[in-house]
């Protein structure tokens, strides 16, 4: 059995829990599932206030997934699919909670974000304690081909600048682990590049950048509210 999820639905202003089916059902069936979004940002420094993203490009180059044929980036922000518990079954029919929320953000940032332990040692995860990680919202988003429908709430985290350069991002593909570079860019550079690779695409029909859509749904309509609080959380920690 392949990645289980959690399958939800809207109740007026909760999240209800309505099954459980393996990830790639849901993707291709449009089946709306649950996954968490990781904004980590940088307090202090030059960069202050830029968002912390990964360059996926060695991972999707492995997988033969990347977009374009001249792409040389792939911009990511952390995060993936919420993993039912080993009583989720149980939790059907039931809200989802900050628990499970922050259950799924741990599980998934203590294999994607880790930092250098010193002395050539095994990288270890990002400590993110508790109340460190900031609520932030769900985004909504269905890919191009309207089958993927995923719900993502998404986190905001402060990372000291004086911590990033120890950051190493991580992936896995065919459970080999890939160490994967990490930059910053501020909110709006990061609509710029993906307003940039949307038209290079209509011109060209290619692009040398891809933005993944954990990053673009920022900017769609429909996650307004999200993007502007996530902005307001940035500036409060820039003051």
């Given at each position: 059995?392949?990645?289980?999820?959690?399958?939800?639905?809207?109740?007026?202003?909760?999240?209800?829990?309505?099954?459980?089916?393996?990830?790639?059902?849901?993707?291709?069936?449009?089946?709306?599932?649950?996954?968490?979004?990781?904004a980590p940002f940088l307090v202090g420094g030059e960069s202050a206030g830029?968002?912390?993203?990964?360059?996926?490009?060695?991972?999707?180059?492995?997988?033969?997934?990347?977009?374009?044929?001249?792409?040389?980036?792939?911009?990511?922000?952390?995060?993936?699919?919420?993993?039912?518990t080993k009583d989720g079954l149980n939790l059907i029919g039931t809200f989802v909670t900050e628990a499970i929320l922050f259950d799924g953000l741990c599980k998934e940032m203590g294999e994607e974000l880790l930092r250098k332990s010193g002395n050539d040692s095994e990288p270890i995860p990002y400590d993110i304690p508790l109340f460190k990680a900031i609520p932030v919202g769900f985004t909504e988003y269905t890919d191009e081909n309207k089958k993927n429908n995923e719900y993502?709430?998404?986190?905001?985290?402060?990372?000291?600048?004086?911590?990033?350069?120890?950051?190493i991002a991580a992936d896995d593909y065919e459970e080999k682990d890939i160490q994967l570079p990490v930059e910053n860019h501020s909110l709006e550079a990061l609509k710029a590049m993906w307003l940039a690779e949307k038209l290079a695409v209509v011109k060209s029909g290619t692009s040398e950048v891809e933005v993944c859509d954990a990053i673009f749904r920022l900017f769609l309509p429909?996650?307004?509210?999200?993007?502007?609080?996530?902005?307001?959380?940035?500036k409060i920690y820039k003051r």
């Open positions: 059995m392949g990645e289980l999820v959690y399958m939800i639905d809207k109740a007026g202003e909760r999240i209800v829990i309505t099954g459980i089916t393996e990830r790639k059902y849901a993707e291709k069936n449009n089946l709306r599932h649950l996954t968490t979004i990781c830029n968002l912390i993203v990964h360059d996926r490009y060695g991972k999707q180059k492995a997988k033969g997934a990347l977009k374009y044929s001249g792409v040389y980036k792939s911009l990511n922000l952390f995060g993936g699919h919420t993993t039912p993502s709430y998404v986190f905001a985290l402060p990372v000291n600048f004086s911590d990033y350069e120890s950051l429909e996650n307004k509210p999200v993007h502007d609080k996530l902005e307001k959380i940035i």
